[in-house]
């Protein structure tokens, strides 16, 4: 009798310990037509939704991951990629191929996905993305979080590009300049090309350099076409102002950068004061990627925001 009741109990204790066992995230993705062009989401998580707008441009949301999984436990994740990145289509209107272009993007992948509003989260290039969609649609905007963003106007996003541009190292720099000046980026197959030059320029933008080794990037093969196409942004990039505008964002905004960023001395008050209902916090320890640097405050400021 007693041998069946400790068989018993340990098959109990198995039970419980599988009972404890994190559940699995749910992952889904696929395309949706979305003005015209195939684009490339894949959703993470239950919850409440956070669209992720990744930076670039030209990137996709794969460099979010596996670091964002953690926020996944307690929200919807969003990702997609953009018109013209990753896994989306190259084929774009090419009269759309603009700001305006890209904050239609996010409403009609809101109103696909069937939701009333949505936290909003850009990062870098993705974050003038984010401004742009609250300023457009504040009213379908939950919260908006602007994570180590490009500079509201292009005279700070310049000085910015300017400061950081001095942060990168001399061994480092000689190499950039190798790779431009022989012609390696011409070469039948560049993408190892173009990956190194992009983890050598985000390397200089990491507080801890070592830290280069957990961004993951994907270059795709037809990366410089893909790249010529954002050239169509230049007449919207060359001298935007988006300050005045921000008044109009009444959404709750966090405004987030990495301790060792420029635009922490440059612009980043400056930058949370035009938002009326905004708040500024600075990631110690990190720069541009602080959901990579510094994990546990990174994920601290985003949940303490979004639960408020």
Known sequence: ??????????ILLLLLLGACKEKPLEVKEGYMIVNGSDIYYKTMGEGEPLLVTHG????????????????????????YDQRACGKSSIEIDSATMNLAGFVDDIEQIRQKFGHEKLNVYGHSWGGLIAMKYAITHDDKVDRLILSNSMAPSAVDWQKENLEAAKSIDAADQRRLDVIVSTGLLRSANAVPYIKEMML????????????INKLNLFIPEDFQQRSAVFGLLGPDLGAYDLYADLSKIKSPTL?????SEAAVNLHAQKMTNALPNARLEVIENSGHFPFIENPTEFDKSVRSFLNQ
């Open 200 to 211: 050598l320029s985000f390397k200089s933008q990491m507080f801890d350099a070592r830290n």
């Open 1 to 10: 009798m007693a041998k069946t009741l400790r068989s018993y109990s340990i």
């Open 56 to 79: 670039g441009p030209v990137l996709d949301h794969s460099y979010f991951l596996p670091h964002f999984e953690r926020l996944a436990k307690d929200y919807q994740l969003i990702f």
């Open 255 to 259: 405004v987030l950068f990495g301790q």
